[in-house]
């Protein structure tokens, strides 16, 4: 019995395919059939019961299942403890919103770099549900996202931390009085917005919506730093979060709207898939990111 074949069994246990478990591992679909049959041989039991392209587990299956899961946390936990003395020389890989990677994560990873030289970084950027797929198949350690507050047992949550979502305007647009404002008296002007699919326009749509009010963007884009720099240059107004648009508005460059009938709160989140082992790596960028004071 090897370390791999348990592996194998758990990436398959998990995606109920054996062609997926072995492009999560970097296997041909073969050898992850092979890996299965010799551990199946190995402990005269079937694993696996094979329901066209879906495999599921067994009885025998789900049992074995969990120690595999105690054999291989008990090899990960030796591995950390011979090497705990030494400095982190690992890799991390993040994935992240796009929104969150160019706001937060610079002073972040400023820090994590002078704290953990060794460690090679690499940041993948996404929407909500194409980072939670990439973790679901153990393409990244860890995901941040912003959205409302999510939950599966399959993964494990490191933090959650609200992040409120602020109308905010060009410095020079005259919105007739100095506020606060209502949403109808917003809605003459030009709106610079993300995409639709983003959560927080989502939950403004809907808003809208339940008004029955109908709104055309002047501009959709996803790139909410391109958004900031619309605002700066010429005359709108645009829903975002906080911690996005607080530098510009600090300078002059954006003007932050109190709006009385509208407030939203979004969570910044991060997870990391529970059949994933938890490295020194990821041990330390967690503990960094929870902090009472993110690095900025």
Not at 7 to 31: D, P, V
Not at 253 to 269: A, C, H, K, P, W
Request: hydrophobic share 40%.
């Amino acid at each position: 019995m090897e370390v791999r074949q348990l592996n194998t069994l758990i990436r398959a246990a998990q995606f109920q395919s054996f062609s997926k478990a072995a492009e999560s591992l970097g296997y041909s679909q073969s050898a992850v059939t092979v890996q299965i049959k010799t551990l199946e041989e190995e402990l005269g039991v079937r694993l696996f019961d094979r329901m066209g392209k879906r495999v599921i587990l067994t009885a025998q299956g789900r049992r074995f299942l969990e120690y595999a899961h105690s054999v291989l946390d008990t090899i990960h936990s030796a591995r950390q403890a011979m090497s705990d003395d030494t400095d982190l020389n690992g890799c991390l890989h993040i994935g992240t919103l796009e929104s969150l990677c160019f706001f937060r994560l610079p002073g972040l990873m400023r820090q994590f770099r002078r704290e953990n030289p060794g460690v090679s970084l690499r940041v993948t950027t996404g929407s909500p549900e194409e980072l939670i797929e990439k973790m679901e198949r153990g393409d990244v350690d860890l995901i941040c996202i912003l959205d409302e507050p999510r939950y599966s047992n399959s993964w494990h949550k490191c933090n959650e931390v609200p992040e409120e979502v602020v109308f905010v305007a060009s410095p020079g647009l005259d919105l007739g009085h100095p506020g606060p404002y209502r949403v109808e008296e917003l809605l003459d002007k030009p709106f610079f917005l993300t995409e639709r699919n983003a959560n927080y326009r989502h939950t403004f749509d809907n808003f809208l919506a339940s008004r029955q009010i109908e709104l055309t963007p002047a501009l959709e884009i996803s790139d909410t730093a391109f958004i900031i720099k619309m605002l700066e240059r010429s005359s709108g107004i645009s829903l975002l979060p906080h911690f996005a648009v607080t530098e510009s508005a600090a300078r002059g460059g954006l003007r932050i709207l109190e709006v009385s009938d509208f407030r939203l709160t979004m969570y910044r989140q991060m997870f990391y898939h529970c059949d994933k082992c938890c490295t020194r790596e990821m041990r330390a960028f967690i503990h960094l990111a929870s902090g009472p004071d993110l690095p900025l």
